[in-house]
């Protein structure tokens, strides 16, 4: 499976810490982009990573990615509650004459006040 | 924009009816997908349209479901007959060209449940 996986599956942190989440694949990507996805709703995406690419920010969001560990890494500084969601990594994969993008199965974050 | 809107928001049907699920994408997007979200599976592209046509529906699990875009602003995904596992989230996402990154625009989802 080209997906990709995240872990840790679940993280509960208190407000104020830092929440990091890993997620891994498996063949070769064009890019790699986080989405958010409150309780109930649509995915939301954060912020994307080509692959020549090794870190981006926005705001408190930190992106990094090893392509020859197939892995990235999202780190959020200074969480608040209002970060509680979940968290998938999709990655984009050329195939078909499209970027198809194959999401993973998501960390689930808690952030406690 | 008001986003991608899809309705209903919640569906609840007994086994073997049809279910017709419905997705507006965000007006000049070209590009249309289906997804279908499960506890057990996670995230699934069932298909997905570039300017109405079908493109790849090799995601869509069986003969029972069937997806159309007669025209830019209107897609469906259709269960005929339903059945119990069908159960899920189902979303639509959009994007346009020159995004070439892929970026998707979600709508909210539809949650189905077949009784």
């Known amino acids: 499976s080209q997906q990709g996986e995240e872990d840790p599956q679940a993280l509960s942190i208190q407000e104020g810490e830092n929440a990091t989440m890993n997620c891994s694949y498996k063949?070769?990507?064009?890019?790699l982009q986080w989405y958010r996805q409150n309780s109930g709703r649509g995915l939301v995406h954060l912020i994307l990573i080509r692959s020549n690419e090794r870190e981006k920010h926005s705001g408190r969001l930190r992106v990094t990615l090893d392509t020859s560990k197939k892995s990235s890494s999202l780190l959020i500084t200074a969480s608040r509650a209002a970060d509680t969601a979940s968290y998938f990594c999709?990655?984009?994969?050329?195939?078909?004459?499209?970027?198809?993008?194959?999401f993973g199965a998501g960390t689930r974050l808690a952030v406690h006040p | 924009d008001a986003g991608v809107i899809q309705s209903p928001r919640h569906e609840v049907t007994e086994m073997g009816q049809e279910v017709t699920l419905r997705c507006k994408p965000i007006s000049g997007h070209d590009y249309l997908f289906w997804y279908r979200q499960t506890m057990m599976r996670g995230l699934e592209l069932l298909i997905y349209?570039?300017?109405?046509?079908?493109?790849?529906d090799s995601g869509m699990p069986e003969d029972r479901f069937s997806a159309k875009m007669p025209n830019a602003s209107f897609s469906t995904l259709k269960i005929q007959p339903s059945e119990p596992r069908d159960s899920a989230v189902y979303f639509c996402?959009?994007?346009?060209?020159?995004?070439?990154?892929?970026?998707?625009?979600f709508g909210a989802g539809s949650r189905l449940t077949v009784l």
């Open positions: 999709a990655t984009a994969h050329f195939s078909g004459g499209y970027n198809k993008l194959i």
């Open positions: 063949t070769s990507i064009n890019n």
């Open positions: 349209f570039n300017n109405n046509v079908p493109i790849d």
């Open positions: 996402a959009s994007r346009v060209t020159g995004n070439g990154a892929n970026v998707l625009t």
